[in-house]
T-cell receptor
């Protein structure tokens, strides 16, 4: 597609359940990023993938969070044993390389009840 | 940590130019200035970036001072659809992440 696609757009889950969020970057974009945005707050960096290099996981808030990327395509962000503080919009972005601007998806709004 | 300082909010009149300031006094020689905006309920949108020369594209102009310690994003003819939070970010070209600060909440009024 023409843009970064994220699914689902909305997800409501019970506390303690695992969730998986998906990101389809723009074709040919080697760099992929995940951010989190809590209600009324700024964007928090979570993780960065660049080609076949080891991902930068420095922003993951706990070991309940993990992410994978298959080659230069789809990425999944998994949150295990969700907590209410995990409620946020999770944004994915991709770029042609680190010099160029990022293109963001519309995000997945996660609500943990 | 964010390395930029922006006013938290500003209003501007529809049809007029909007000038958004950003201070980045600790910017280093290999760091670029990037601008993004986030319209309510959407993901951030890339606007423009530059190193030391002024830049212009179809969305905006970026004016960087000669000492590179500050910059101004100019929206030449603001419309109601330009109402958004505007983020000024400094980053190395080879850097692996953008660090978003609080941004400036811009309200374009009729």
């Amino acid at each position: 597609g023409a843009g970064v696609s994220q699914s689902p757009s909305n997800k409501v889950t019970e506390k303690g359940k695992d969730v998986e969020l998906r990101c389809d970057p723009i074709s040919g974009h080697t760099a992929l990023y995940w951010y989190r945005q809590r209600l009324g707050q700024g964007l928090e960096f979570l993780i960065y993938f660049q080609g076949n290099s080891a991902p930068d996981k420095s922003g993951l808030p706990s070991d309940r969070f993990s992410a994978e990327r298959t080659g230069e395509s789809v990425s999944t962000l998994t949150i295990q044993r969700t907590q209410q503080e995990d409620s946020a919009v999770y944004l994915c972005a991709s770029s042609q390389d680190s010099y160029y601007g990022y293109t963001f998806g519309s995000g997945t709004r996660l609500t943990v009840v | 940590d964010a390395k930029t300082t922006q006013p938290p909010s500003m209003d501007c009149a529809e049809g007029r130019a909007a000038n958004l300031p950003c201070n980045h006094s600790t910017i280093s020689g290999n760091e670029y200035v990037y601008w993004y905006r986030q319209i309510h309920s959407q993901g951030p949108q890339y606007i423009i970036h530059g190193l030391k020369n002024n830049e212009t594209n179809e969305m905006a102009s970026l004016i960087i001072t000669e000492d590179r310690k500050s910059s101004t994003l100019i929206l030449p003819h603001a419309t109601l659809r330009d109402t958004a939070v505007y983020y000024c970010i400094v980053r190395e070209a080879a850097g692996n992440k953008l660090t978003f600060g609080g941004g400036t909440r811009v309200l374009v009024k009729p």
